[in-house]
């Protein structure tokens, strides 16, 4: 039996004789129970002495992290199913893979389990460990699993602790509890190899500093909001030329949980992060580097002729006529193009003006309208934005208070702002 790893495999049938604890055989019981004391779990670093795929152990373990579960097809056409996550004990945590029937099961992080007949895969820089068919999986009481650390101490144990400010290139296995500021719309993506991504940006802050957060594909269903508190574990740390910062990348190896109560006991309040982490500036004062700074001004000059900008569903490239058929782009064919919401305008205080251009949901909120319910109507009356003009009369001279970024605006040599956020929208 290639998958046994003595290398055989003992069949039964029907006049097959299954004895429990057989007795007259002193000598074989002393043999077997010499055998059984060396089938026992191994812990977890002991994974890692093992040199080749396929061979069995024992684990006794906490789930740590657990990924979303991935479809994919085999070779035969069938359907199969992985889902991967992290098992700790005291000596260290191993990658743990379960397929199929094991990976539709339901576990929970932080819960305690025996693993057996796990077996071995040499993975690109440590052993990993796969539950099939073969392999049981029992969830353990508290009392079975008292010898094991809580999963408090084994995050203390694997992961450091890291405020946003100390985090810096190349960290790993790093743990990050902050609080979302910011959510950006979930984009789609095509990659090299034709198949399609999902990506998304955030941002979080606690009391020394914010970080942008990238989410991948599954991770983009975020299921929080903005003014929550998350807990990111072993997050990927990228060096961001554009912003000159670090920045957290999130993907298949990244859980994204709820922060225990003692976490967030030094974890300020949206309100307070923001008089924390945002400087409030005049215009005069701004600067082309400036990110994420609070500007109050005068709003003027909405310009609605091209509120709606017409791009490729597939490659997300501005399209010069809504109409084509096929995107010049990336050649893929065009059904209906997807709206960019771009409204522009001007920003003013008693120190200057300047430009500034909000997007997609922060002109929903300006507008006080739905994308859905703009484009259909855009399309309704043939292209005649008319029924904007009132909406853009209402918000002429209203007082805006903004967080945004300062940006470099090409075509007239000037900086202008593009907003994040609004705070506040009055006369």
Not at 25 to 44: D, W
Not at 103 to 111: D, H, L, P, R, V
Request: glycine share 6%.
């Amino acid at each position: 039996d290639d998958y046994a790893t003595s290398g055989y495999r003992v069949n039964t049938n029907w006049n097959t004789e299954l004895r429990v604890n057989p007795e007259g055989n002193e000598e074989l019981a002393e043999g077997l129970n010499e055998i059984a004391s060396k089938l026992g779990p191994i812990t977890i670093s002991e994974v890692q002495d093992h040199e080749d795929d396929g061979e069995e152990v024992d684990i006794i373990g906490r789930l740590i992290t657990l990924n979303d579960t991935h479809s994919f097809q085999r070779d035969d056409g069938s359907t199969g199913y992985v889902r991967s996550g992290d098992i700790a004990d005291s000596t260290g945590k191993v990658r743990i893979s379960f397929w199929d029937e094991k990976a539709e099961a339901s576990y929970g992080i932080g819960k305690a389990y025996q693993v057996e007949n796990a077996r071995t895969r040499l993975g690109m820089y440590e052993v990993e460990l796969n539950v099939g068919k073969t392999t049981r999986v029992i969830e353990l009481s508290d009392a079975e699993s008292s010898d094991l650390p809580s999963f408090e101490e084994l995050e203390e144990q694997i992961y450091e602790t890291k405020k946003i400010f100390d985090i810096e290139e190349d960290d790993m296995n790093i743990k990050v509890v902050g609080r979302i500021l910011e959510i950006e719309d979930t984009r789609e993506f095509e990659r090299q190899d034709g198949t399609k991504g999902l990506v998304r940006n955030i941002t979080i802050g606690d009391d020394s500093g914010f970080i942008s957060v990238t989410l991948w594909d599954d991770k983009t269903n975020l299921p929080y909001d903005i003014n929550e508190a998350i807990k990111i574990q072993n997050p990927r740390v990228n060096y961001n030329d554009l912003s000159n910062r670090v920045d957290l990348s999130v993907g298949n190896s990244t859980n994204i949980l709820q922060p225990s109560y003692n976490e967030l006991t030094s974890l300020p309040d949206i309100e307070e992060l923001q008089n924390i982490l945002y400087t409030s500036k005049d215009i005069a004062s701004l600067e082309l580097e400036d990110r994420s700074v609070k500007i109050k001004g005068i709003f003027s000059n909405p310009y609605i002729e091209k509120i709606l900008i017409p791009k490729c569903p597939i490659c997300n490239r501005t399209l010069e006529d809504e109409d084509e058929e096929e995107c010049p782009n990336c050649g893929n064919p065009i059904d209906e193009p997807k709206y960019l919401l771009m409204l522009p305008g001007k920003i003013t205080d008693d120190t200057g003006e300047i430009q500034v251009t909000f997007f997609n949901e922060l002109v929903e909120q300006l507008l006080d309208m739905k994308h859905d319910d703009i484009v259909a109507l855009y399309e309704e009356s043939e292209g005649d934005i008319g029924f904007l003009e009132t909406k853009a009369m209402d918000i002429e001279g209203r007082t805006l208070e903004l967080l945004a970024d300062v940006t470099y605006n090409n075509y007239d040599e000037e900086i202008r702002l593009r907003p994040k956020k609004i705070f506040k929208n009055e006369f």
